[in-house]
């Protein structure tokens, strides 16, 4: 049974159609990595399940739930959490002000010491505002800041974008303590690799349209790239 | 000596200009709003107190405790039937419709009070008209006292409001980026409807002074609503703590412009809001050095 169904969506911005009837399933509990090129409609997708976008057609079925017309923060209590691109913490509020403004009525394992365990880093930040944090401290705190609404949905927009490789690697390591815990994992992943090395099915957007979608570990790196450039069309 | 006693009154008049701009510090603050009816409104709260004193005898001040109530529900009639459509359509709209909103309001309160002036100062009590001479030259009134206490009290009260509770950290989240403040489950429309609840409410205060330390009529609003635009950019925008600096500087440059010529009163507030609007937006070459330093501190408060 899957846990997030998005039927023919459409989003556009203007005159410009950014998702083209795409359609897709993420079963409970599965890792999926969204990757594309830039301008393949990866975030405004995201940002259409999150409810930030409001699509001009098809459906967004969450929990056997139609949500298409649900606004952004009541998803938000039915357990769909997003981490925006650019991480969008507010800037003068402290850390601790950050993850506690996000936490809801919806019950669950995580809490201000919860984040702080999966990332150490922000204990001495704890009180500082959220401005003053290096960028690999930021995007741990917008992750944290998502976990604190115990989502069931995590939607991750290019946690890497900005950071230096080593920051990378902590935030994903940490990272696979969420997943380890059940937590649903919608990413979008700009760095192939560890796209397919994280996640479980890997599905590949191209102008708008899914145009490749498999198992991470059936698919290889050739037929990706192909479909990530558009060289090949798969039919 | 005079100088002394004339920046002392000018604090306790800047203290009533602040409590005036505090509520549209907080709209502007909140949601880049600014509130054109905003005069208009403390002088509405002003009625609506004057109503409540005629009809039941109380005071000026158990009024304002009857009053309070209903200005918080017409900040949230005002956010969720005027503003919140208008905010949607850009940042001119909700200039428009609370300039309209001045005008209805003005014409309201000409329709059903007359053009005549009224006052709340014989309902106050004792405090009107109370003092105490400290020295031949300088004497602290009792409602001076009494609306600078209140100011830095208000001040205090809504600054551990935005810094320690949880409301006031999703105010200032909401402020500062709605979007993701939606994406992280608060509901950025009752957020809005609370900061214009609080505003309204903080305009009645102001109502409730305004009318007795002088008179009022329907179209008061307007010169209220300078003094108060004024506090707040001298204190700089969306900052609350200099609303208040911004409000006694204003104030104290009003008394001690008084002191030069009585008639120069007003217009040495309004240079006061012309330098710091020089000095803030790049006319600052034009500024002596010295004077650019002193009031570029405005700034930083």
Sequence with gaps: MSLLRVAALDCRYGLFQAVRGVSLEVAQGETVALIGANGAGKTTLLRAVAGAHRPTGGQVWFDNVDITRVPAHRRVALGIALVPEGRRLFPSLTVEENLRVASTSRRGRWSVDAVLDVFPLLKPRLHMPAATLSGGEQQAVAIGRALMSNPRLLLLDEVSLGLAPVVVDAVYRSLTDVIREGTTVLLVEQDLTRALKVAGRVICMLEGRVVLEGEASSLDRDRVVGAYFGLRRPA | ?301
């Design chain 2, 1 to 301: 000596m005079t100088v002394v006693n004339a920046v002392l009154q000018g604090v306790f008049l800047g203290a009533f200009y602040a409590v005036l701009a505090c509520g549209l510090s907080i709209m502007f603050g909140v949601m880049r709003i600014i509130n054109l009816a905003h005069g208009d409104v403390a002088v509405l709260g002003a009625y609506i107190i004057y109503v409540i004193v005629e009809r039941t005898g109380l005071s000026a001040f158990a009024a304002f405790a009857v009053a309070l109530p209903v200005m918080v529900v017409l900040g949230y009639i005002l956010q969720l039937t005027v503003l919140e459509r208008s905010l949607k359509s850009g940042i001119l709209t909700p200039l428009l419709a609370t300039f309209g909103l001045s005008i209805v309001i003005q014409n309201l309160l000409q329709l059903a009070f007359s053009p005549d002036v009224r006052s709340l100062g014989g309902s106050a009590g004792s405090v009107t008209t109370a003092s105490w001479q400290v020295t031949s030259g300088l004497s602290v009134s009792a409602l001076g006292l009494l609306v600078l206490v209140v100011a830095v009290v208000l001040f205090a009260a809504l600054q551990l409001f935005l810094s320690r509770t949880r409301a006031g950290w999703v105010m200032r989240a909401t402020a500062e980026d709605p979007d993701a403040a939606e994406l992280v489950g608060i509901d950025s429309r009752s957020v809005y409807a609370r900061a214009t609840a609080i505003a309204v409410a903080i305009a009645g205060l102001g109502g409730l002074f305004l009318g007795i330390r002088s008179v009022f009529d329907p179209v008061s609003g307007p010169t209220q609503l300078i003094f108060a635009f004024e506090a707040v950019v001298i204190g700089g925008m969306g900052s609350l703590w200099g609303t208040l600096l911004g409000g006694i500087s204003l104030g104290v440059a009003q008394t001690v412009g008084a002191q030069i010529h009585p008639q120069f009163a007003v217009m040495a507030g309004h240079l006061l809001f012309l330098a710091v609007l020089i000095v803030r937006f790049g006319g600052a070459r034009l500024v002596p050095q010295g004077a650019r330093r002193a009031l570029s501190s405005f700034r930083t408060a």
